[in-house]
């Protein structure tokens, strides 16, 4: 009985590797792809990389001085020396600031009111700041930047004013200090670079799946394979197990690419990352099954991965916080393995903690792991029959 048992699985292993080694020949044959698939990736992380900025400076501002004192102007001089501001146009009213912020030449506009000087003098010194509300990045950035210059002057002149009337400075009710964690410089790469290679290797495990599979069915090639003793799990075996080799060689490349070009931290343990990755490979090579199984045609294929990419990009926190969201949009966004698998690469890359301060996020990732794979598995098996 064991005998016939050790035959069967040995008959089954057999005819797997033949199909992994099928399955190999043909990628590897298929240069123009395969280029495709290790150098788009690698592209999509260097545009993102030197294209995406969260940090808006040097905001095009519109200027309107009804003062023309020099209080006025050393105000002019500190938001354009703070690096965040750029004076394009001096204008003399707030409706030309307006006209400018509406016609799109200007982000931003400052309106200082005449008499400023004499105003600073009393205390009773006013500025306008008018921001685009339609560029949220450029509002977050201008807002925080000119609150600080302006905070900034202030003190500046109460300082002066006690020095010149010979007064005491008073000590301040609440004093704070800042200190930022694990990324002090802010620079916006440490938080975009690990979600972009988490979402880059989705992508490239989904469509990678999904394109072979529906490749075959297109040129008749999954006929042949049916009237071989091959059973469908070991079609599918078979077909997964060269991609996650591809998708591992790619990883590795665009995760090198960018600790040592772009200067990014990774200060957890290798292994760990190494193993929680390849399981979401796993989980992507599952959902490109399943949109095999939806799809006819591979430009059907295609649109139903880039969806995918898009919700990614919306939904999971590659870029938006999911906390502000609606509970039916984040419970679409949990349908993403990305969702769960961002705050691992995250944690370990850029804080290089463990899998116990994430042990929920890895525990979803296998159960969807688990669930996508078997959902697909049945799903290719319906068709295949």
């Known amino acids: 009985m064991m005998s016939g048992l050790w035959s069967r699985l040995s008959a ?25 698939i290790m150098v788009m990736p690698m592209l999509e992380l260097l545009l993102f990389a030197y294209a995406v900025d969260l940090t808006v400076d040097h905001i095009p501002t519109a200027v309107a001085d009804l003062s023309r004192d020099v209080e006025s102007q050393v105000l002019i001089d500190a938001m354009v020396n703070s690096g965040f501001f750029d ?27 005449p008499g400023f000087a004499s105003k600073v003098e009393r205390g009773e010194a006013q500025v306008l700041i008018l921001l685009d509300g339609s560029d949220s990045f450029t509002v ?45 410089n802010l620079n916006d790469l440490v938080f975009i670079m690990p979600g972009l290679v988490a979402m880059l290797l989705q992508v490239l495990a989904v469509n990678m799946t999904a394109q072979s599979v529906v490749r075959e069915y297109e040129i008749g090639t999954i006929e042949q ?58 989980s992507g090579l599952g959902l490109g099954l399943f949109v095999s199984t939806v799809a006819q045609t591979q430009k059907q294929a295609q649109q139903i991965t880039a ?22 949009v984040r419970a679409v966004g949990n349908l993403i393995p990305l969702t769960y698998f961002i705050r691992l690469v995250r944690g370990i890359m850029t804080k290089g903690v463990g899998v116990r301060f994430y042990w929920t996020d890895v525990i979803s990732l296998v159960v969807y792991s688990g669930i996508v794979m ?12």
């Open 12 to 36: 089954s292993g057999r005819r797997t590797a033949a199909l992994v080694q099928k399955q190999m020949i043909q990628l590897l044959r298929d240069r123009r792809t395969l280029m495709l």
């Open 87 to 113: 004076i394009a146009e001096v204008v003399g009213s707030e409706g030309e600031i307006l006209d400018a912020i509406a016609d799109g030449a200007v982000k931003a506009g400052l309106l200082i009111p």
């Open 140 to 184: 977050q950035s201008g807002y925080s930047a000119a609150i600080s210059v302006v905070q900034a002057r202030a003190m500046e002149v109460m300082v002066e004013k006690v020095n010149r009337l010979g007064g005491r400075m008073l000590r301040m009710p609440v004093t704070t200090s800042t200190r930022v964690l694990y990324n002090p």
């Open 225 to 282: 394979l049916l009237v071989t003793p091959a059973r469908p799990l070991e079609i599918i075996v078979g077909k997964l197990v060269p991609n996650v080799l591809v998708a591992s060689l790619s990883l590795a490349s665009i995760l090198l690419t960018g600790i040592i070009w772009f200067g990014v931290p990774f200060r957890g343990d290798p292994w760990t990352f190494a193993g929680l990755s390849l399981l979401f490979i796993v």
């Open 307 to 328: 969806t995918i990419m898009l919700l990614s990009q919306l939904l999971t926190g590659f870029i938006y916080p999911r906390a502000p969201m609606p509970p039916v």
């Open 374 to 385: 078997g959902i697909s598995a049945l799903s290719f098996k319906k068709r295949l029959d």
